[in-house]
């Protein structure tokens, strides 16, 4: 069994959770699909946690940490330029090994024997799209990224956890009982965020794959910690603080 987690935004207090719900189910095998930091308190701390994942993939927010944020609006570029601070502040092998660490993350993934891909955005850009619960509604664009695909994609981006169909269906997990088993379609699913979900529900999100089944989870954190520790920092917008409570 593997677990999924991705969009951890510098969260310890939701990082340390999710992992010991995962560990707790007794599953070894953890892959991130990035954006480790950006947004939160505690880019370090999660660039360390991370490190003795399986797997880490380059998310938006990290490569902007290593380079200029593009795109990005006024408090998620502060809050990078927050992020790339103390990330230079830091002295000796661990801080060397942090930066190592992001600059070596790779894009994409492939498990060429089960046909799956993982991502941060999407098959067609790695990196930076987004692929919203109202895009089956455009059916051009999906079916130029499903033509991507083999089998399944595993992305996240967006924070919003759900399953496309190749039929532009997105199946809500709240809707399918928590679980999917994967059929003969194909699909892109989405594991939704650890450090802040905007799917209303301010528990952490992640995905296990067992065989062919898919189960998601939620996971209660300590957000009011986060929350006290994000208005101490005056680079970090209260707002990046304050959707935690109401998970949006």
């Not at 062919?212 to 006290?228: A, L, M, N, P, S």
Request: aromatic share 10%.
């Amino acid at each position: 069994m593997r677990a999924l987690i991705s969009d951890i935004h510098g969260n310890l207090e939701a990082l340390t959770a999710v992992l010991a719900d995962i560990r707790s189910k007794g599953i070894k095998e953890i892959y991130c699909l990035g954006d480790v930091v950006g947004y939160g308190p505690n880019p370090a701390e999660c660039i360390d946690l991370v490190m003795d994942l399986d797997l880490c993939l380059l998310g938006n927010h990290d490569q902007a940490a290593l380079f200029d944020p593009e795109g990005f609006n006024a408090a998620a570029e502060r809050s990078i330029f927050w992020t790339r601070s103390v990330l230079e502040k830091g002295r000796g092998p661990d801080a060397e090994r942090r930066w190592d660490y992001l600059g070596e993350l790779s894009r994409r993934h492939r498990d060429d024997a089960r046909r799956i891909m993982f991502v941060h955005g999407s098959a067609r850009n790695p990196l930076n799209e987004y692929v919203f619960p109202d895009d089956i509604y455009n059916q051009v664009k999906m079916e130029k990224i499903f033509a991507l695909i083999d089998r399944v994609c595993f992305q996240g981006h967006t924070h919003i956890p759900g399953i496309f169909t190749d039929s532009m269906e997105f199946l809500v997990p709240e809707e399918i009982n928590f679980r999917h088993t994967l059929g003969g379609a194909k699909y892109m699913i989405n594991v939704g965020s650890v450090g802040q979900p905007r799917n209303n529900d301010p528990r952490s999100s992640y995905v296990t794959l067992d065989g062919d089944e898919v189960c998601f989870y939620r996971v209660e954190y300590d957000f009011e910690k986060t929350i006290e520790k994000i208005y101490a920092i005056p680079e970090l917008d209260n707002f990046l603080a304050d959707r935690l409570r109401d998970g949006r």
